[in-house]
């Protein structure tokens, strides 16, 4: 028995790039899987590999970003399967720029296919699934989501999933829906445009998606791994440090004591 078999999974950007790695890692395992992409060329490439080694896949050409799409590419990977027990929120766009450069159409468009489309998508896949009392959610965050210079709005669209990530994780404790998020690095077409450059091509990051999908899984809940060079990372969330003091009256003085004049 391989360790996806049967299981329907639906990856948003799956025509290229990491997201097409993911579909033919799942699909060696046995998951039959709805190819989503803006570009219907490459959703159709995607498609054909997956075919072409012996694995079930279809397309879906929607651009991932609103409300209505989200609904639409579950809608059609239910069409397809009869049913979602998996979905990797993987379109993501990028672009470098100092914060002062940003035009606004592009910082709206970042955050719509970055963000809306996690959320969008994954809120409608989460019904079904807890309906179902099964599923998971795999998020794909970025090591920007810790805040990089010139890419302020990349970064803040994957801090977002970053807190998606935990908080949903705490809202679907018990239903039997896990939720994970990824943070890889890679060499694809988005990298070619940053300054950031990966060695590695998506299929050194294929397995992780492939694990944190199976039932091997299970005992992981709400966890972001990270994988770069080969190194196997899992994120601490954020936390406050308490040390620097307690009082019932801080004062000006007295937080400068603290923090330093
Ligand atoms: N490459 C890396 O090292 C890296 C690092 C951290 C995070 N990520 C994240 O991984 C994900 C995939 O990145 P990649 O490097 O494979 O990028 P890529 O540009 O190589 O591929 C992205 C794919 O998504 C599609 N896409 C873009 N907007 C879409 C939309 N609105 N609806 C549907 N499809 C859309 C594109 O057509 C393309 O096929 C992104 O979320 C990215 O932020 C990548």
Same mark, same amino acid.
């Given at each position: 028995? $391989?360790?996806?078999?049967?299981?329907?999974?639906?990856i948003t950007g799956a025509g290229d790039g990491l997201g097409r790695a993911f579909a033919l890692e799942v699909? +060696?395992?046995?998951?039959?899987v709805?190819v989503n992409d803006v570009n !219907?060329d490459h959703a159709?490439r995607t =498609?054909?590999e =997956?075919?072409?080694?012996?694995?079930?896949?279809? %397309?879906?050409? $929607?651009?991932i970003?609103?409300?209505?799409?989200?609904? *639409?590419?579950?809608? *059609?990977?239910?069409?397809?399967? !009869?049913? #979602?027990?998996?979905?990797i929120t993987n379109a993501g766009i990028f672009?470098?720029?100092?914060?002062?450069?940003?035009?606004?159409?592009?910082?709206?468009?970042? #955050?719509?296919v970055n963000?809306?489309g =996690?959320?969008?998508?994954?809120?409608?896949?989460?019904? /079904?699934? /807890?309906?179902?009392?099964?599923?998971?959610?795999l998020?794909i965050a970025s090591?920007?989501? %810790?805040?990089?210079?010139?890419?302020?709005?990349y +970064?803040?669209?994957?801090?977002?999933?970053?807190?998606?990530?935990?908080?949903?994780?705490?809202?679907?404790?018990? +239903?039997? #829906?896990?939720?994970? %998020?990824m943070s890889p690095f890679a060499y694809t077409a988005m990298m070619k445009t940053s300054?950031s450059k990966a060695a590695e091509g998506p299929e050194h990051m294929a397995?992780l998606a492939?694990?944190?999908? +199976?039932? /091997?899984? %299970?005992?992981?809940?709400?966890?972001?791994?990270?994988l770069?060079?080969?190194?196997?990372?899992?994120?601490?969330?954020?936390?406050?440090?308490?040390?620097?003091?307690?009082?019932?009256?801080?004062?000006?003085?007295?937080?400068?004591?603290?923090?330093?004049?």
């Amino acid at each position: 028995m $391989r360790e996806l078999e049967g299981r329907a999974v639906l990856i948003t950007g799956a025509g290229d790039g990491l997201g097409r790695a993911f579909a033919l890692e799942v699909a +060696s395992h046995g998951a039959v899987v709805l190819v989503n992409d803006v570009n !219907g060329d490459h959703a159709a490439r995607t =498609v054909a590999e =997956v075919r072409a080694a012996g694995g079930v896949a279809e %397309a879906d050409v $929607r651009a991932i970003g609103s409300a209505e799409a989200g609904e *639409a590419v579950v809608a *059609a990977c239910v069409e397809a399967f !009869g049913r #979602v027990d998996a979905a990797i929120t993987n379109a993501g766009i990028f672009h470098q720029a100092n914060m002062w450069d940003e035009k606004p159409e592009t910082a709206e468009a970042i #955050v719509r296919v970055n963000l809306l489309g =996690v959320i969008h998508t994954a809120t409608p896949a989460i019904r /079904r699934m /807890r309906a179902q009392g099964r599923g998971v959610i795999l998020n794909i965050a970025s090591g920007s989501m %810790a805040g990089n210079a010139e890419m302020s709005l990349y +970064s803040a669209t994957k801090g977002g999933v970053m807190s998606l990530t935990y908080a949903w994780a705490q809202e679907l404790e018990g +239903s039997g #829906v896990r939720i994970h %998020a990824m943070s890889p690095f890679a060499y694809t077409a988005m990298m070619k445009t940053s300054t950031s450059k990966a060695a590695e091509g998506p299929e050194h990051m294929a397995p992780l998606a492939g694990y944190l999908l +199976s039932d /091997r899984a %299970a005992h992981l809940h709400g966890k972001i791994v990270r994988l770069k060079n080969g190194s196997l990372h899992i994120a601490r969330p954020p936390e406050f440090d308490p040390s620097l003091g307690q009082s019932s009256k801080w004062t000006l003085a007295t937080i400068a004591d603290a923090l330093g004049r």
